[in-house]
Every structure is written in structure tokens, then in C-alpha cells.
């Protein structure tokens, strides 16, 4: 009888510590009333990891492929209407150079070059952590392609991580367009990491944006989902 008392309060306290660990999209525990969600208890959020790649203006296209030239798709990314390219492009540093670096769609007013931190020794410029489009005050680089050299005044940057996600999803979260948060991950090398931009808004997809380097450095891979922490 009292081992049977045992195995009971064992049960509740597992049934009590799994549901206390449960996303908050997992069903609630039978017969209990379920409390509100709080704030950071939402759902976790998808990571994409991205390597290196190259955002291309019209001209710059032109000047690299030739006049007239178009990207050829060749897979969709999880962001609305951005795309991978069969396209890949040599960038050229004062210390060194990138070959077959992908060029990613679609094309964009300024071209914009998002490099890992340890390319920026191999090629010798110092780009800032910076987010997309924010491209004053950058260093440039010299692109290589089959038709032509552009070489860029500016536009190199190491893609500052953010979380993507539609206006309703931020309502959600508590967080607005701009906001910078921190994120909490399990694995072997868990932790929480500081310094994530919200970017809100039409055509955003809820992902959240680290690149190969981080990824790696930390663990994290495709499966791993982030905890958003205000
Ligand atoms: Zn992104």
C-alpha cells in the first residue's frame, strides 16, 4: 500500500515536471486548468542558419553576368519571396579571396555581401555586425563574376542575428520591429545568447537568422528551436 502511495507521487511529480517543461503548444495536462500563457512561454522559434552570401543591385548583376541577365532560382528560403540562385560569385579582399559564394534572390537596391567573421581575416576588410540594408560606413570588397568586376565602396557585413516574424507573431511575443532580445537554446553547448534583432513585419516568416559560424560554434543545427527572452 505505502509503495503503492510511492509510485503515485512519482507519477504526479513527472506528470507535474513534463508539463512545466512542455512548449506552450503542447497539450495541457489532463484535468488541470490550465494557466495563460506567460510571456516567453510562446512557442519556440525555428533557427536558419546562413552561410555566406551575396545580395545583388540590377547594375551590379548587369556588370558581373551581363546586360539582361536573370538569377536562376534554384530553391525557395523560408523568408516570403527569397530565393537561393544557381549564381555564385568570387569575392576579392586586400588579403585574400572567396571563390563560388551563392548569390541569393530576389535583386535588391544596394548590394550587400554577408561574410562570416573568420572570412573577413582571410579577405582582409573588418566588417561591423550590422543588420541587413544598414550598409553606411561599411567596407567594401571587389566581386568577381564571369562577365565582369564590380568594385563595391561598400556593402560587406556580418549578418547581425535577428528573428524574423509577421506583425501578429510580435503582437504575440510582446516585441516590436527593432526590439533587441535574447534567446535561450538547449544542446551541449546551451546557453543564451544576447543582442537579437526582431525584424517585424509584412513578408517576414518566424525564423530566427544565426550564421555557419555561430551555428557551430554553439552546437546548433537545424533542429535546434530558440526560447525568445525579453
Ligand atoms: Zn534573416
Known sequence: MAQDYE???????????????????????????????????????????????????QQDLDALFGPGYELTKIKDLKQPGQYACKETLTICGPKGALEKVRVLGPLRKATQVEVLLGDSFKLGVKPPTKMSGDLAGTPGVTLVGPKGSVQLSEGVIVAQRHIHMTAAEA??????????????????????????????????????????????????????TFKLIK
Open 7 to 57: 509510485q503515485m507521487i512519482q507519477q504526479i511529480l513527472q506528470a507535474a515536471m513534463q508539463y512545466n517543461n512542455a512548449p506552450a503548444a503542447a497539450p495541457a495536462a489532463p484535468a488541470a486548468a490550465a494557466p495563460a500563457p506567460a510571456q516567453g512561454a510562446l512557442g519556440d522559434i525555428p533557427v536558419g542558419i546562413s552561410n555566406r552570401h551575396i545580395h545583388l543591385s
Open 171 to 224: 503582437a504575440q511575443y510582446g516585441v516590436h520591429d527593432g526590439q533587441i532580445v535574447s534567446i535561450e537554446f538547449d544542446g551541449p553547448r546551451c546557453g543564451i545568447l544576447g543582442n537579437v534583432a526582431i525584424r517585424a513585419g509584412e513578408g517576414h516568416s518566424l525564423e530566427c537568422h544565426v550564421d555557419t559560424e555561430e551555428a557551430n560554434a554553439l552546437a546548433i543545427t537545424s533542429s535546434t
